[in-house]
Nanobody, 121 residues
C-alpha cells in the first residue's frame, strides 16, 4: 500500500511563509504538490523529478515557492510571500515515472490526504 503523508500546513498572515513536507512509503520518480480551493479545480503548484531534481512550477507561484527533495522519499514545498489566494488544501502526489508533461491530477497515481493552508489578508 503506497502512502503519502503531508505535514506543515497552517494559518499565516499575508506575506508570511510556510513549509510543507511529504513523506512517501516508496521512492517515486516524480512528486508534486497540488492545491484545491473551495469551488475550484485541483491545480498543480510544483513538481520535482527526483532522479535529477529538475523542478517545474505554476506561473502563479514562480519566484515565491520552491520544491526540494529531502531524502529519497521526502519532498518539501517552501512557500514564501504567501497571498490570500494561496489559501487551499494542499495535496502531495506521486507517480512511478518521469515528470515530463505531468501537470494534471490524472497524471499522478498516488495522493496524500491533504493539509490546509490558510493565508489571512
Amino acid at each position: 500500500q503506497v502512502q503519502l503523508v503531508e505535514s506543515g500546513g497552517g494559518s499565516v498572515e499575508a506575506g508570511g511563509s510556510l513549509v510543507l513536507s511529504c513523506v512517501a512509503s516508496y521512492s517515486p520518480l516524480c512528486m508534486g504538490w497540488f492545491r484545491q480551493a473551495p469551488g475550484k479545480e485541483r491545480e498543480q503548484v510544483a513538481r520535482i523529478y527526483t532522479s535529477t531534481t529538475t523542478t517545474y512550477y505554476a506561473d502563479s507561484v514562480k519566484g515565491r515557492f520552491a520544491i526540494s527533495q529531502g531524502n529519497a522519499n521526502t519532498v518539501h514545498l517552501q512557500m514564501n510571500t504567501l497571498k490570500p489566494e494561496d489559501s487551499a488544501m494542499y495535496y502531495c502526489a506521486a507517480v512511478r515515472s518521469t515528470c515530463l508533461g505531468r501537470v494534471r491530477p490524472p497524471d499522478f497515481d498516488y495522493w496524500g490526504q491533504g493539509t490546509q493552508v490558510t493565508v489571512a489578508s
